[in-house]
């Protein structure tokens, strides 16, 4: 309402936002909310995989950010540590989180370089994707890999801390779990 009382027409209906379908996906879709990306980010756009207009859409990512030129994509994995020896636990919970959560923002990249037309809101792929893509030329793309459940083992293995993994970029792939060559 206007500071005289008069009232503003709605010039759109709004958009429907997803909170996030796990508890993991619900919290970085409320930091989002929390953040300034969230005029610009949506928990669990689809993409149209459909066969002859039949079955739902796939989902794309846990959280896209889209503000021209960036582009963040977010992929989010919570899974419990494995019980077992450290070394083999550790390439366990790291192929199930990090490579994981890689392979779909890869997954998700491709999408939205190829196919920025088909990405949509709601599984039923009815309500399309509110904010245009940036051409695939001057699309800067950021990956973001949110990897949960290695906290008390860390503060176990590290004899204390915040339950942080450290990172390496000097590590790369397979050398994450198999020992640097």
Same mark, same amino acid.
Not at 6 to 16: G, I, M, N
Not at 79 to 104: C, E, G, M, Y
Not at 175 to 181: L, T, V
């Given at each position: 309402?206007?500071? $005289?009382?008069?009232?503003?027409? =709605?010039?759109?209906?709004?958009?429907?936002?997803?909170?996030?379908?796990?508890?993991?996906?619900?919290?970085?879709?409320?930091?989002?909310?929390l953040?300034?990306?969230?005029?610009?980010?949506?928990?669990?756009?689809?993409?149209? =995989?459909?066969?002859?207009?039949?079955?739902?859409?796939?989902?794309?990512?846990?959280? /896209?950010?889209?503000? $021209?030129?960036? !582009?963040?994509?977010?992929?989010?994995?919570?899974?419990?540590?494995?019980? *077992?020896?450290?070394?083999?636990?550790?390439?366990?919970?790291?192929?199930?989180?990090?490579?994981?959560?890689?392979? =779909?923002?890869?997954?998700a990249?491709?999408?939205?370089?190829?196919?920025p *037309?088909?990405?949509?809101?709601?599984? $039923?792929?009815? /309500?399309?994707?509110?904010?245009e893509?940036?051409?695939?030329?001057?699309?800067?793309?950021?990956?973001? !890999?949110?990897?949960?459940?290695?906290?008390?083992?860390?503060?176990?293995?590290?004899?204390?801390? /915040?339950?942080?993994?450290?990172?390496?970029?000097? !590590?790369?792939?397979k050398?994450?779990?198999?020992?640097?060559?």
């Open positions: 309402m206007g500071t $005289d009382g008069e009232k503003f027409e =709605q010039l759109r209906s709004a958009v429907p936002r997803s909170d996030g379908t796990t508890e993991s996906e619900q919290y970085l879709a409320k930091r989002a909310e953040s300034f990306l969230d005029l610009w980010s949506y928990a669990n756009p689809y993409r149209n =995989q459909k066969v002859k207009g039949a079955g739902n859409g796939k989902e794309l990512s846990d959280l /896209i950010v889209v503000c $021209d030129p960036h !582009v963040i994509i977010f992929s989010e994995k919570s899974i419990s540590w494995p019980a *077992s020896a450290t070394d083999l636990a550790w390439r366990r919970w790291f192929k199930r989180t990090v490579t994981s959560a890689v392979n =779909q923002i890869r997954g990249e491709r999408w939205i370089r190829d196919f *037309s088909e990405i949509y809101l709601d599984p $039923d792929c009815t /309500i399309p994707f509110p904010i893509f940036p051409s695939a030329e001057r699309m800067l793309l950021h990956r973001v !890999v949110v990897a949960r459940g290695a906290g008390a083992a860390c503060k176990e293995y590290f004899g204390g801390g /915040i339950g942080s993994l450290m990172l390496a970029p000097d !590590v790369k792939g050398a994450h779990y198999e020992g640097k060559s």
